[in-house]
């Protein structure tokens, strides 16, 4: 399954823009791609739309890739910008990438692009997880925020340590009489406190909060009328996140009309003063209820609040008799007795019949088995919280208890609202913490000392500490490798002069040991100009680690290929001329000869060092094979035969095959390869014998599944596994097992390409390998194949000397043995021939004798004028032109393909032999495929 890819290209030169395009379409990518050259078309684009990446070319005729940056920057800051040059120094590069570019590469090294492109857009995804997830602690904050302004019974102020005032919420202007405007940046005591007894208990009151952590006291205090009232005053310190004092906050409620109800109610005095101060719901629902009980004698009383919404009353508590049985935890609004009239009245309902009240469900009145009920709305300002109601047996409630109660509700409202907005603010700040402390990120906080003030759940479990081991007793400096410590100190100074560090990769250890790679972004903490520590976000990079060294390999891997592709075509065609030659020569020896011997020896040894140039192709997947529709359970019984001449008897075989009939587009041969080199490699991890067993089965792949193996797309597949009991692989060598020529049997034993063969072969097949071992428990090898559509097994046609001919043959070769060997044996068999060494020698030939030549034999690889394009050309001249190709290898694995697909008449692998290649030319020329 292609990536999809929205691509804007800055470039002036049409190829250039292709050739990038191309790159990420061979990794996988499906581009949808614009070019623009300028600055007006640049910007128009990012007008009209958005892109998942950006190239750019650092020169441009009118405009430059720094100058693109620069203004995209200023528009988005997370998308990809990669710039592309020809040349770019040293001094440039860094230029570019402090101006904002994600990376740069060279024109002649654009196989860099795809693995920096998909570094990229990996980076800029968690940036935008980031920044959501900032953008989720911002909307916590404001949240708190606006809790703390919206409060109407508390008036809030905040200082700083001077005492400078920094909040002042609208409760606090109605109170005091100031607005914020006129109070934000003074000092309370040049506002509030004029009197120098009134300074003196302030400064008293603030060495209370910072011995003991509160103060807490009612106070005296004229309105801005200048009426007296009695103010409850709560001051507490504000900490930061590593404990110490950043300033103060006072909450102020005027209690005026709240002390005057006290003093009505003597004997409530102690109890209505802890509810005062208490801002607990749940005890605060209770005490309110044990109050009620007081100021009105009853049987019980019941407290019911509406919801969030406004829309349900729920009973949230019970005092007296039958208090259990009164508290269901929620009922519909008609089934509350009193307490919805109350609400909707807003206020007073009494009933002294409950049972014969019309207003009242006959299933409520039952519930409670009371005579009378009075429910009263909890008002605070506009908003209705809910209803307090009271019951008893038989006795009416008379106008005293009335008014009496209706006085204290409106106290136990203010206590109830009060207490309802701590516990919102409370919920906010446990959100925030879970935020903080399930963040898939570390995050840690040190002091100026570098010891550890605070860390969250997430890096204590990678680290395997709890909180009481590290707080305030180990600096992080203990926590990292020895080799990374003398650095950390070097970029703690660095962050004392900058005020940040930037993706710094450093070690850390685990409590038992582990090692694992870090990732650190860190922000300096000030206090009154002084470095006070820092803030640090850290990410665990293992898993990404490992990625960049699984794509090192593939890299590898696929330069050693690329290397090996060009080897092979020269040794294709020395061989195609060795074994030529050998048998040109056989042909005019007497078999009895002793030099026709040893030129069978010659051929015999040329036919070897052919299948090592094919191993070495199927290594580096530049050798397509000849593929067909395969059924497995068939194929490998066959191959499991011809084990039984490899394995000894002291191996124990087993086959392990799915019923199903699985098919898979598959080269027999390369298959067979496949399954040869591992069950070899098998057998020699178990010199004292043992059990190797071949499996086959389907299996239906997920994307999670591929996301851990990037050369598969979710499906289905056929699994074979070669599993054995053998010695196992160490693993300081299992990353190495697939490089070629690396072996750890004797001189000898083995060439090291056996692996690599394997690895390339289901590269090309469209498929994955893994390789999973043990020492001393063994080896598995696991291979995914893709399945095909159910399909018939092809019948090898068996070779036979095919008849020469008369016909004009142009032979196109650019290696000079190879285009004489050609031409002696096309001779031998007949033919005349015209010979070219390159493709525009070869059209002047065949302008100058088109009407003669009956084929082209066309070499896909050549100076000058390569074969694909030689072909098209010849093809313009006459279509009817019959083209037989020939190739030592195939570059893209479907360039041959797209010529046949175009007409070509056959294809010739290298190196070939004398009947194979009188075969293909007679085949050529009797086919009707113009």
Not at 33 to 45: H, I, K, M, N, P
Not at 446 to 459: I, L, P, Y
Request: aromatic share 6%.
């Amino acid at each position: 399954m292609s990536r999809e890819l929205r691509l804007l290209i800055l470039e002036d030169d049409p190829h250039d823009a292709e050739l990038a395009v191309a790159h990420l379409e061979k990794a996988g990518y499906s581009c949808q791609w614009e070019q623009v050259e300028t600055r007006q078309e640049f910007l128009a684009r990012l007008e009209a739309a958005t892109y998942d990446l950006i190239l750019a070319d650092y020169n441009l005729p009118s405009f430059d890739g720094l100058t693109a940056l620069k203004l995209f920057r200023q528009r988005d800051p997370d998308t990809p910008f990669i710039l592309i040059s020809g040349t770019l120094g040293e001094e440039r590069a860094i230029e570019s990438l402090k101006a904002g570019a994600t990376d740069y590469v060279l024109k002649d090294r654009l196989s860099r692009l795809e693995p920096i492109v998909a570094r990229a857009l990996e980076e800029a995804r968690e940036r935008r997880r980031r920044r959501r997830a900032e953008e989720e602690l911002r909307r916590a904050t404001n949240m708190l925020n606006s809790i703390l302004t919206s409060a109407t019974e508390y008036a809030i102020v905040a200082t700083d340590l001077d005492f400078r005032i920094i909040h002042y919420n609208p409760a606090a202007e109605r109170l005091f009489g100031y607005t914020a405007q006129e109070v934000i940046g003074r000092k309370i005591p040049d506002v509030h406190l004029r009197k120098e007894t009134q300074r003196e208990r302030f400064a008293r009151a603030i060495q209370v909060v910072e011995r003991e952590g509160r103060w807490e006291h009612d106070l005296e205090w004229k309105d801005p009328q200048g009426s007296p009232r009695i103010i409850h005053m709560v001051v507490m310190p504000m900490r930061d996140e590593m404990g110490a004092s950043v300033g103060y906050i006072l909450f102020a409620q005027d209690v005026t009309e709240r002390r005057r109800i006290e003093r009505m109610f003597s004997q409530l005095q102690e109890q209505t003063s802890q509810l005062v101060g208490e801002l607990r719901t749940e005890q605060l629902y209770q005490d309110v209820l044990r109050a009620a009980h007081l100021i009105v004698p009853a049987d019980a009383a019941i407290l019911s609040l509406l919801d969030e919404e406004g829309a349900e009353l729920q009973y949230l508590a019970a005092e007296g008799e039958r208090a259990e049985i009164l508290l269901p935890r929620a009922r519909p609004l008609a089934s509350l007795g009193l307490a919805p009239l109350a609400v909707r009245e807003r206020t007073l309902v009494q009933s002294d019949d409950l049972m014969n009240d019309s207003r009242v469900s006959r299933e409520y009145a039952e519930h409670v088995n009371m005579r009378v009920e009075m429910a009263i709305p909890l008002i605070k300002g506009e908003r209705v919280l809910g209803a307090l109601m009271v019951l008893r047996r038989d006795e009416p409630f008379d106008e005293n208890e009335r008014r009496a109660l209706t006085i204290f509700a409106n106290t136990a409202a203010g206590l109830i609202d009060s207490a309802r907005l701590y516990e919102r603010a409370r919920q906010a700040e446990r959100r925030y913490r879970d935020l903080y402390e399930n963040a898939p990120d570390g995050y840690y906080t040190v002091d100026a000392q570098g010891v550890v003030k605070e860390m969250n759940a997430t890096m204590l479990k990678w680290l395997g500490y709890h909180h009481e081991e590290l707080l305030g007793r180990r600096r992080f400096e203990e926590l990292l490798a020895p080799e990374s410590r003398e650095r950390y100190r070097r970029l703690v100074e660095r962050c004392r002069g900058h005020g940040v560090l930037e993706n710094v990769e450093l070690e850390l250890v685990s409590r038992e040991g582990r090692r694992f790679p870090v990732r650190i972004n860190a922000t300096a903490v000030w206090r009154e100009g002084n470095y006070a520590g820092c803030r640090a976000t850290v990410r665990d990079i293992t898993r990404e680690r490992e990625l960049e060294a699984q794509l090192l390999q593939a890299q590898k891997l696929e330069s050693l290929g690329t290397l090996v592709g060009g080897i092979a075509h020269d040794f294709n065609n020395m061989l195609t001329g060795i074994l030529g030659f050998t048998q040109l020569l056989m042909r005019q020896v007497e078999p009895q000869s002793p030099i026709y011997e040893g030129l069978g020896r010659i051929e015999v040894l040329g036919e070897r060092a052919a299948d090592m140039i094919r191993q070495l192709l199927a290594f580096s997947r530049q050798d397509v094979g000849e593929k067909r529709r395969l059924m497995l359970r068939p194929f490998l019984k066959e191959v499991g035969k011809l084990l039984e001449r490899v394995i000894p008897e002291n191996i124990e075989l087993l086959l392990n095959l799915s019923p199903e009939e699985l098919w898979v587009e598959a080269d027999p041969t390369q298959l067979q390869q496949v399954i040869m080199n591992l069950v070899v490699n098998a057998r020699d991890a178990m010199p004292e014998g043992g059990r190797l067993q071949i499996a086959m089965a389907p299996v239906n792949l997920d994307e999670a599944f591929c996301r851990a193996h990037p050369d598969l797309q979710p499906g289905r597949y056929v699994r074979l596994g070669v599993s054995d009991t053998g010695v196992g692989i160490p693993e300081e060598i299992r990353s190495r097992i697939f490089d070629p020529f690396f072996t750890t049997k004797e001189v000898g034993k083995g060439t090291g390409l056996g692996l690599p063969v394997v690895y390339g072969i289901v590269k090309n097949h469209g498929g994955a390998i893994e390789v999973q071992s043990e020492v001393g428990k063994g080896t598995t090898v696991h291979i995914w194949l893709p399945l095909a559509e159910r399909g018939a097994v092809g019948e090898e046609t068996a070779r036979t000397e095919a008849p020469g001919g008369t016909e004009t043959i142009l032979l196109v070769e650019d290696e000079p043995s190879v285009l004489e060997l050609g031409k002696m044996a096309l001779e031998h068999l007949g033919y005349r021939v015209l010979t070219a060494e390159n493709g525009l020698e070869a059209l002047t030939i065949y302008m100058a004798h088109r009407d003669e030549i009956a084929l082209v034999i066309l070499d896909m690889v050549m100076p000058r004028l390569g074969g694909p394009e030689t072909f098209r050309e010849l093809k313009r001249i006459n279509p009817s032109t019959r083209v037989l190709l020939a190739t030592g290898y195939d570059t893209t694995q479907t360039a041959a393909q797209a010529l046949l697909d175009e007409g070509a008449s056959g294809l010739m692998r290298k190196p070939y032999q004398i009947h194979e290649l009188a075969q293909a030319v007679r085949a050529a020329l009797e086919s009707s495929k113009l």
